[in-house]
C-alpha cells in the first residue's frame, strides 16, 4: 500500500467546516463519490502540503487569495479561480495574503474521475482556471448541505452535483457560445463553404485569400466563434459523414475514403479507429448485426 505524506497548519476560523463522508461500497464501485467536503475561512500560515492520496480534489476560492505548487508550477488563486487535481502527486497549496482565504473544497474519487482530470487539464494546459459564474459555488455549497445532515439519498445527489461541478469545470474551459448574430458573417460563410466542400481536398490558404484575410488569424477566430479547430471541424465532419455511408450504403472502405478525399485507405482507417475506437468495418458489421 503507498504510504500517504501529509503535513499541515491548522490556522482556520472556527466557522470552517470540513465533512467526512462514507458512501456505501455498491455505489463505490460506479459512482462518483464524496470523501471529504467543506468551507475553509484560513489565514496565514496555513498550509496543506500532502502526496500519495487517492482522491481529486476541486478547491474554489471565495475571496482572499491562496496559491497551489503541483508539477513544477505554481497558481495564485484569487476569487473565482478554481483547481482540480490528482491527490497522488506531492502538491502543496496555502494562504499568501493578509485577509483571510475563504474556499470550498471536495474530496471525491470513482467512475471515471481520472478520465475528467486528463481532459480538464489538457484543456486548460494546467490544473487551475477561473469561474464564468456562480453555479460551482452553488453546487459545492448544495454538496456541503447534502452531506451535513446525511439521508438515505445523500450519495446519490451527492454523484448527481459532483456530474454537474465537472460538466461546469470543463465548460469554463471551452470558449463562450456565440450566437449567430454574434458571429462575424465572414466567419459563418467560412464555416458554410467547408459544410458544403469537406469531402473536398480544402486548403486553408486558399480559403483565406478568398476570403481576404490572414490564415493564422482565420485559424485562429474558427476555433474561437466555434469552439474547434479548422482541421478538426473538416474531420469531424469526414467522419461523421463516414459512418452514414457505411450504415446505409455496400460502399467499399477504399470507396468512402476516396469519397472523403483521402487518397491512403489505411490513413482514413487509422483516423477513423482514432475517433470511433473501432474499424470502419467492424462499424458497418455492429449496425448490420443491430438490424438482423
Known amino acids: 500500500m503507498n504510504q500517504i505524506l501529509e503535513n499541515l497548519n491548522c490556522s482556520w476560523t472556527e466557522e470552517s467546516e470540513r465533512l467526512f463522508v462514507t458512501p456505501s461500497n455498491e455505489l463505490k464501485n460506479f459512482l462518483f463519490y464524496v470523501q471529504e467536503t467543506g468551507k475553509f475561512s484560513t489565514f496565514q500560515p496555513y498550509f496543506t502540503e500532502r502526496e500519495g492520496l487517492h482522491s481529486f480534489l476541486i478547491l474554489l476560492t471565495l475571496s482572499g487569495e491562496g496559491a497551489l505548487e503541483?508539477?513544477?508550477?505554481?497558481?495564485?488563486?484569487?476569487?473565482?479561480?478554481?483547481?482540480?487535481?490528482?491527490?497522488?502527486?506531492?502538491?502543496?497549496?496555502?494562504?499568501?495574503?493578509?485577509e483571510n482565504w475563504d474556499f470550498l473544497w471536495v474530496h471525491f474519487y470513482g467512475a471515471d474521475a481520472r478520465g475528467f482530470f486528463n481532459y480538464f487539464s489538457a484543456q486548460n494546459e494546467g490544473v487551475a482556471t477561473?469561474?464564468?459564474?456562480?453555479?460551482?459555488?452553488?453546487?459545492?455549497?448544495?454538496?456541503?448541505?447534502?452531506?451535513?445532515?446525511?439521508?438515505?439519498?445523500?450519495?446519490i445527489l451527492s454523484f448527481r452535483l459532483l456530474s454537474e461541478l465537472l460538466s461546469e469545470l470543463?465548460?469554463?474551459?471551452?470558449?463562450?457560445?456565440?450566437?449567430?448574430?454574434?458571429?462575424p458573417e465572414h466567419?459563418?460563410?467560412?464555416?458554410?463553404?467547408?459544410?458544403?466542400?469537406f469531402c473536398q481536398t480544402i486548403s486553408l490558404e486558399r480559403l483565406a485569400k478568398?476570403?481576404?484575410?490572414?490564415?493564422?488569424?482565420?485559424?485562429?477566430?474558427?476555433?474561437?466563434?466555434?469552439?474547434?479547430?479548422?482541421?478538426?471541424?473538416v474531420t469531424?465532419?469526414?467522419?461523421?459523414?463516414?459512418?452514414?455511408?457505411?450504415r446505409f450504403s455496400d460502399r467499399s472502405v477504399s470507396e468512402i475514403s476516396e469519397m472523403l478525399g483521402y487518397e491512403n485507405t489505411e490513413y482514413f482507417i487509422a483516423l477513423f479507429k482514432r475517433y470511433e475506437h473501432t474499424t470502419p468495418l467492424a462499424f458497418r458489421k455492429k449496425w448490420q448485426n443491430l438490424r438482423a
Open 170 to 183: 470543463l465548460l469554463s474551459g471551452t470558449p463562450a457560445a456565440f450566437s449567430p448574430n454574434t458571429v
Open 130 to 155: 477561473k469561474i464564468r459564474s456562480e453555479e460551482c459555488v452553488n453546487i459545492m455549497t448544495r454538496l456541503n448541505e447534502i452531506n451535513r445532515r446525511p439521508s438515505p439519498q445523500s450519495d
Open 187 to 197: 466567419m459563418l460563410k467560412l464555416r458554410g463553404e467547408i459544410d458544403r466542400r
Open 210 to 233: 478568398s476570403f481576404g484575410r490572414n490564415k493564422y488569424a482565420l485559424c485562429r477566430d474558427f476555433k474561437k466563434y466555434f469552439g474547434i479547430g479548422f482541421k478538426e471541424y
Open 70 to 98: 503541483y508539477q513544477n508550477r505554481r497558481y495564485c488563486l484569487k476569487k473565482g479561480d478554481v483547481f482540480f487535481i490528482d491527490c497522488k502527486p506531492r502538491h502543496k497549496y496555502f494562504a499568501q495574503s493578509k
Open 236 to 246: 469531424t465532419k469526414r467522419i461523421s459523414y463516414a459512418k452514414e455511408i457505411l
